[in-house]
């Protein structure tokens, strides 16, 4: 049960001016909890980006449960209904409610107002949020939003999450309780979940830890067994 495979993956940027991804090769399992570390620059984000179709591969093949992942521009269904996407900078809306920005994915799915709203209600509450439902964005702190994002990014009970420095806002506490929060979800929920960040600490957590650096995999492997690649 292999849920994304990536082989000879490159990425390229400015007319291959920049070579953000050299070729990479990985499998992620479903309910793994993999992180991607490595330096600034070393093409972390443009992975996760590819992962959730958010760009283009130039070169190789990437695949999500054995189908190639949708084209960029034919992946709404896949990027609301299959994955959840969590950023560093939360990207609510602001003149949305909490309440209505959780909803916002589920607009194609088929459901009632009444359907929506408590689901909507119920994600809120499982983040522990239960008591801002008609504030704004902006009356919330960066931890209270960034739990708003990972409520909209599991809308449609996604089996995977992808989340690209999550804690990169956040000041310590508030990074603590959104790391617990993305932990409970994959033991609960069997959520399988990829989580960039540049910070070792956090990459610890994770069952494994895949070490990027130039564009390139060079090691992989769980703390007790690390594969060097390089
Ligand atoms: P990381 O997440 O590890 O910091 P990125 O994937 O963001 O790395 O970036 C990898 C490389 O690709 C860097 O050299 C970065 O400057 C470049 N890059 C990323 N996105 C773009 C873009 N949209 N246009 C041009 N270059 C980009
Ligand atoms: P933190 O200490 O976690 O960074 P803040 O000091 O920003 O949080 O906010 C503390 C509490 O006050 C939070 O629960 C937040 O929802 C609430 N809050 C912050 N700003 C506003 C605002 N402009 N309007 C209403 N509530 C707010």
Known sequence: NIVFEA?????SYDGGHVLALRGVDLQIREGEFVAITGPSGCGKSTLL???GSFVTPTE???TF???SIPDMKDASHYRSH????????FHLLPT?????N?????FEGGLTVAQRTDRAKELLTSVGLGHRLTHFPSELSGGERQRVAIARGLANGPSVVLADEPTGNLDSENAKQILELLMKLHSERKVTLTLVTHDPSIAEMAGRTIRMKDGR?????TSESSISLS
Do not use: C
């Open 7 to 11: 082989k000879g993956l490159k990425k």
């Open 49 to 51: 980006q590819l992962l």
């Open 60 to 62: 190789g093949s990437l």
């Open 65 to 67: 449960r054995g189908k």
């Open 82 to 89: 299959d994955i959840g996407f969590v950023f560093q900078a």
């Open 96 to 100: 949305f409610t909490v309440l209505e």
């Open 102 to 106: 959780v909803q916002i994915p589920m």
């Open 217 to 221: 995999v060079v090691s992989d492997g």
